[in-house]
């Protein structure tokens, strides 16, 4: 079973200084997919990390594939790659609630890590 190891504990996200000034104040997401990681900001400011994801994606180019399930919108790729699936935080804390439903503030930091 595989499951302790693969859960990562909260931690704190913070500026990255290579990012643009002009995103301080501004939702930034980052994916990270192949281990590239992949992030873009200051884009119209989205309610869900769900809207968010969609947006950025279609900024930046990445396919995403997304079903649904009984619980909810569930993200099987971005770019085709699947792994063991996907997890996100935000803030750099994970959500107890699915990407549909986890608000974000106007300055939310969203990342996007495979599981």
């Known amino acids: 079973m595989k499951l302790a190891e693969q859960t990562s504990a909260d ?21 990270e997919i192949n281990g590239t990681e992949h992030v873009i900001g200051g884009l119209e400011p989205q309610d869900s ?30 770019n085709e790659t699947v792994g063991d699936g996907w997890e996100f935080t935000i803030d ?3 959500s107890p609630v699915g990407m549909v439903d986890a608000q974000l503030n106007e300055d939310s930091i969203v990342e996007w890590r495979p599981a």
């Open 92 to 94: 750099g804390r994970r």
């Open 11 to 31: 931690r704190n996200v913070e500026w990255d200084s290579s990012w643009p000034n002009e995103w301080k104040g501004t939702q930034v997401i980052v994916f």
């Open 49 to 78: 990390v769900y809207e968010l994801t969609l947006l950025a994606c279609e900024h930046l180019g990445i396919s995403t594939e997304i079903e649904q399930q009984y619980l909810g919108a569930y993200l099987v790729s971005f």
